[in-house]
């Protein structure tokens, strides 16, 4: 599975921007999917996932009501709309992948993720 993110780019704060990841592979529609971030100097932190059928989703706190992640397993696509930007969110962003999911508690520390993208830039201009 090869996973390819796009989308970044700069925006000022209070924008938008929509993120994509298309997965290659046929069992896309069954992963959990979801998206990381890692500023400069910063470890790697959850942002969002979602589950196969798109039932259960879950945010970090520091992005709930602004950002929503979506999926479309026809087109083999997560997808993160990010709306009321903020300079603290800049960061690389890289979704993930995995076949047989751990708790979403373990997953939001990186634990039992399958596949990474090679993550796309996103920068928050004040």
């Known amino acids: 599975v090869q996973l390819q993110a796009s989308g970044g780019g700069l925006v000022q704060a209070g924008g938008s921007l929509r993120l994509s990841c298309a997965a290659s592979?046929?069992?896309?529609?069954?992963?959990?999917m979801g998206w990381f971030r890692q500023a400069p100097g910063k470890e790697r932190e959850f942002v969002a996932a979602?589950?196969?059928?798109?039932?259960?989703?879950y945010y970090a706190d520091s992005v709930k009501g602004r950002f929503t992640i979506s999926r479309n397993n026809a087109k083999n696509t997560v997808y993160l709309q990010m709306n009321s930007l903020k300079p603290e969110d800049t960061a690389g962003y890289y979704c993930?992948?995995?076949?047989?999911?751990?708790?979403?508690?373990?997953?939001?520390?990186?634990?039992?993720?399958?596949?990474w993208g090679q993550g796309t830039q996103v920068t928050v201009s004040s």
């Open positions: 993930a992948a995995s076949v047989s999911p751990p708790s979403i508690g373990l997953w939001t520390t990186a634990s039992g993720i399958d596949y």
């Open positions: 979602i589950n196969w059928t798109g039932g259960r989703i």
């Open positions: 592979g046929r069992t896309f529609s069954t992963y959990r």
